[in-house]
């Protein structure tokens, strides 16, 4: 049983910076599929970051440049590194796996979701001067 949980969310200034973690407990993560995803009030749940078992990343265009998925040194645990945040970031940030070798997908962020097969329960952003 993989169980996954978010933590690092916050209340920042615009133009500030925040770095998420997502950590396993029950597996590691080792070449598996990773992805953040975000979710607005009332919205779907959109993905912002990918990366697949290579580490190949793929980002949405709002938040290029600004947002960094990265692995930890350890296989338990990846990050959300978040630059230049701006209000329209404020929402709440889910992460997502998948193991390829049992049913997962790496997908790029224009329909990651489908390739998941675990889930945090989120944390919650809010960028707002």
């Known amino acids: 049983q993989v169980q996954l949980r978010e933590s690092g969310g916050d209340s920042v200034q615009p133009g500030g910076s925040l770095t998420l973690s997502c950590e396993s407990r029950?597996?590691?993560?080792?070449?598996?599929?990773m992805a953040w995803f975000r979710q607005y009030p009332g919205k779907e749940r959109e993905a912002v970051a990918t990366m697949n078992l290579h580490g190949a990343t793929t980002y949405t265009d709002s938040v290029k440049g600004r947002f960094t998925i990265a692995k930890g040194k350890s296989d338990d645990i990846f990050y959300l590194h978040m630059a230049d945040l701006q209000p329209e970031d404020t929402a709440d940030y889910f992460c997502?796996?998948?193991?390829?070798?049992?049913?997962?997908?790496?997908?790029?962020?224009?329909?990651?979701?489908?390739?998941?097969?675990?889930w945090g329960e989120g944390t919650h952003v809010v960028v707002s001067s």
């Open positions: 997502g796996t998948g193991d390829p070798y049992s049913g997962g997908v790496c997908r790029s962020v224009r329909d990651a979701a489908t390739g998941m097969q675990h």
């Open positions: 029950g597996r590691g993560m080792r070449l598996w599929c």
